[in-house]
């Protein structure tokens, strides 16, 4: 069994920065394009950012300029720092893979995190 887990969430004043992490687990050979979503109350969930496994990037309108993100395949982690936060930026942020393999051959397809919290205070 494979899954993404979050961390680095929490609360920051607009403006401020904060640095999500995301961990891919298990007996794991390739991940492919990983990418992080956001999800504010009553809201739709957003895509914000992806990365290729050649850590090509692309970025959501709303957050470009302002977010990184980064990869490092040997380690299999993502991260996503977030700079010049503003309150609209709070949401659950959720790490995403479109398919992982393991050693063992074994494909898992659409794997999420379960979620971390960023709260931007005004």
């Known amino acids: 069994q494979v899954q993404l887990v979050e961390s680095g969430g929490g609360l920051v004043q607009a403006g401020g920065s904060l640095r999500l992490s995301c961990a891919a687990s298990?007996?794991?050979?390739?991940?492919?394009?990983m990418s992080w979503y956001r999800q504010a109350p009553a809201r739709q969930r957003e895509w914000v950012a992806s990365?290729?496994?050649?850590?090509?990037?692309t970025y959501g309108d709303s957050v470009k300029g302002r977010f990184t993100i980064s990869r490092d395949n040997a380690e299999n982690t993502i991260n996503l720092q977030m700079n010049s936060l503003r309150p609209e930026d709070t949401a659950v942020y959720y790490c995403h893979t479109e398919q992982i393999m393991s050693l063992a051959h074994d494909r898992y397809f659409d794997v999420w995190g379960q979620g971390t919290l960023v709260t931007v205070s005004s």
């Open positions: 298990g007996n794991i050979a390739i991940i492919s394009t």
């Open positions: 990365i290729t496994t050649s850590l090509t990037s």
